[in-house]
Structure formats: structure tokens, C-alpha cells
């Protein structure tokens, strides 16, 4: 059973920090893209942080300074540092995996964990 599963979200004031965490079971992720993807309130679903097979991590350039996108291969984890974040970043935060960075390639995701900054 293949499985993405977050934690690590939650309430916080403007300028604070959260650190997101997603494990991965089921399945061998290393040859894919991992990343974290946000949808916001009447949005679309948008790419914030990836990391692609070779390491190599990219980030939109709303977060770009802010976040830092970490992973531990050992634990099948996928970790989303966040810090000065402000209002705009709120949303529902996913992990999501596929075979390339690009969303439209992302197969499987978690289930999502609320980011609310006030």
C-alpha cells in the first residue's frame, strides 16, 4: 500500500515557523521527484518545494529564502523547513511524488496537512 503521510502543520502568527514532515511507505521513492505542493482557498493547486532524484531542490519564488526542502532517505522522509512565513503562505500543504518535478507528474500525494499563519 503506497502511502505519503504529513504531519507538522498547524496554526501560527506571521513572521513564526513550522517544520512539515511527509513518510513515505510502500513504496521505493528514490528515483522519484519528492516535493511539497499547496492549494490555498479558491486556488489551484501550486508547486512550493522539490527535490529531484539527484538532490538537486527547487523552489517558487514566493518561498525562495523562506523554505528549505530537506530530506532523510533512511527514514523514507521528506521534511519542508518554513520560516518568516506570512499570511499569504496558508493553505493546505501536500507531499507529493513523481516521476518528475513538474506537477502534472506528481502521481501520488499525501493527504494533506492546514498551514494557517494569522
Known amino acids: 500500500h503506497v502511502q505519503l503521510v504529513e504531519s507538522g502543520g498547524g496554526s501560527v502568527q506571521a513572521g513564526g515557523s513550522l517544520r512539515l514532515s511527509c513518510v513515505g511507505s510502500g513504496y521505493d521513492f528514490s528515483m522519484h521527484c519528492m516535493g511539497w505542493f499547496r492549494q490555498a482557498p479558491g486556488k489551484e493547486r501550486e508547486g512550493v518545494a522539490t527535490?529531484?532524484?539527484?538532490?538537486?531542490?527547487r523552489y517558487a519564488d514566493s518561498v525562495k529564502g523562506r523554505f528549505t526542502i530537506s530530506q532523510d532517505t533512511s527514514k523514507n522522509t521528506l521534511y519542508l523547513e518554513m520560516n518568516s512565513l506570512d499570511v499569504s503562505d496558508t493553505a493546505v500543504y501536500y507531499c507529493?511524488?513523481?516521476?518528475?518535478?513538474?506537477?502534472?507528474?506528481?502521481?501520488?500525494w499525501g493527504q494533506g496537512t492546514q498551514v494557517t499563519v494569522s
Open positions: 527535490i529531484d532524484p539527484y538532490g538537486i531542490s
Open positions: 507529493g511524488a513523481g516521476r518528475y518535478c513538474s506537477l502534472s507528474y506528481i502521481t501520488i
